[in-house]
């Protein structure tokens, strides 16, 4: 598996890149038991376009999280993690889809140790996402994405309605579960965005509940900024 994603990478790095065609992202979210950091970008390779053809995403993150060894046992995570992935993208006037296959390097720290936690350490997988938007009607439309880490069984899914307020900004409700063998988390909120920054760059902001396993409820609120470049 290292060599594999050694060699992933490697390719990649290779990969020629024009500017001005692809997207920077970042973003940051708190919540109770659980937060999450990250800084990506997402490249046309040449003959291609986003929404269009082939194209590479490169991703840091910062994960961190709480579970439940047994009743009188917590056991806090902190995971940093970069990923490569080659992926394809498609798009029409109904909606758009893209899938990525990719390697992920992991690093995760336990406090206290927990020696039968396999993910401990450092671990290189293969990271599978899917993703995808589609029109309900005249006014709304839902996307999606999954994001799946093989090996670790490590998932993160979102399911967003949105529809347009005042020719600009996005709003609706989202859902997002994610976790592991030994975690899960749910959470049900809100999100506002198309938030403009200059000509090109733009905020989302949302907020609302999670929910963990067998810990009690608490609130969440995050931001992602997107600028193509």
């Given amino acids: 598996m290292t060599k594999y994603w050694v060699g992933l990478v490697a390719c990649m790095a290779a ?3 024009e500017a001005q065609t692809g997207i920077a992202l970042a973003g940051a979210e708190g919540g109770h038991d659980a937060g999450y950091v990250y800084v990506g970008s997402v490249l046309p390779l040449p003959g291609s376009a986003l929404g269009k053809g ?13 579970y439940e060894k047994d009743p009188a046992h917590d056991v806090d995570a902190k995971v940093a993690g970069f990923e490569a992935a080659l992926g394809w993208h498609d798009s029409s006037e109904k909606g758009r889809w893209g899938a990525y296959l990719g390697g992920r ?5 336990l406090r206290p140790d927990d020696p039968a936690n396999d993910d401990r350490g450092e671990e290189f997988n293969v990271t599978v996402q899917l993703e995808g938007e589609a ?6 439309r839902v996307n999606g994405i999954v994001n799946h880490v093989a090996g670790e069984s490590d998932f993160w899914s979102r399911l967003r309605l949105q529809t347009v307020l005042g020719n600009q900004l996005l709003v609706g409700p989202e859902l997002v579960a994610q976790g592991d063998p030994r975690y899960r988390l749910y959470k049900l909120g809100a999100f506002i965005g198309g938030i403009k920054l200059g000509p090109d ?4 902001l949302k ?3 999670s929910k963990q396993d067998s810990y009690s409820a608490g609130a969440y609120a995050g931001i992602e900024w997107y600028m193509p470049y």
């Fill in 15 to 17: 990969l020629p890149v």
């Fill in 54 to 66: 082939w194209v590479q995403r490169y991703w840091l993150d910062y994960n961190t999280y709480r």
């Fill in 105 to 109: 390097y992991g690093n995760t720290r």
């Fill in 201 to 204: 760059a733009a905020l989302t």
């Fill in 135 to 140: 029109a309900l009607t005249r006014t709304w």
């Fill in 207 to 209: 907020a609302g509940a």
